[in-house]
């Protein structure tokens, strides 16, 4: 009992937002593991791009913040990870990836 209630008053405890933020993040991982059952032709490239840049940076201030979040830090590589994979479907479906392919094939 005492461990949990140390868990419970500590700096990144459940009383805090770090650990109701990234418990709210968690949200755009499981969105993008759902997108993975789309056509990648409903893939929004730019929003993609942006939702990467966004874990990339929150990446660094989760590592960066005392105390460190590693919550936090966790669900945006799980979040980067996923958005990678989605623009890397989305730029197979416009041909950005496929034509390098060919490319190299013909030559």
Same mark, same amino acid.
């Given at each position: 009992?005492?461990?949990?209630? @140390?868990? /419970?008053?500590?700096?990144?405890? =459940?009383?805090?937002?770090?650990?109701?933020?990234?418990? %709210?993040?968690?949200?755009?991982?499981? @969105?993008? /593991?759902?997108?993975?059952?789309? =056509?990648?032709?409903?893939?929004?490239?730019?929003?993609? %791009?942006?939702?990467?840049?966004?874990?990339?940076?929150?990446?660094?201030?989760?590592?960066?913040?005392?105390?460190?979040?590693?919550?936090?830090?966790?669900?945006?590589?799980?979040?980067?990870?996923?958005?990678?994979?989605?623009?890397?479907?989305?730029?197979?479906?416009?041909?950005?990836?496929?034509?390098?392919?060919?490319?190299?094939?013909?030559?």
């Amino acid at each position: 009992m005492s461990s949990f209630r @140390a868990f /419970l008053n500590s700096p990144v405890g =459940p009383k805090t937002t770090h650990f109701w933020g990234p418990v %709210a993040n968690w949200g755009f991982v499981i @969105a993008g /593991l759902v997108d993975m059952n789309k =056509p990648p032709e409903m893939i929004s490239g730019n929003m993609t %791009a942006a939702m990467c840049v966004y874990s990339g940076l929150f990446m660094r201030f989760a590592w960066m913040v005392q105390p460190r979040n590693y919550l936090l830090l966790s669900c945006h590589v799980s979040n980067e990870t996923v958005q990678l994979y989605q623009l890397s479907r989305w730029a197979r479906a416009q041909g950005y990836l496929s034509e390098k392919k060919e490319e190299a094939s013909s030559k």
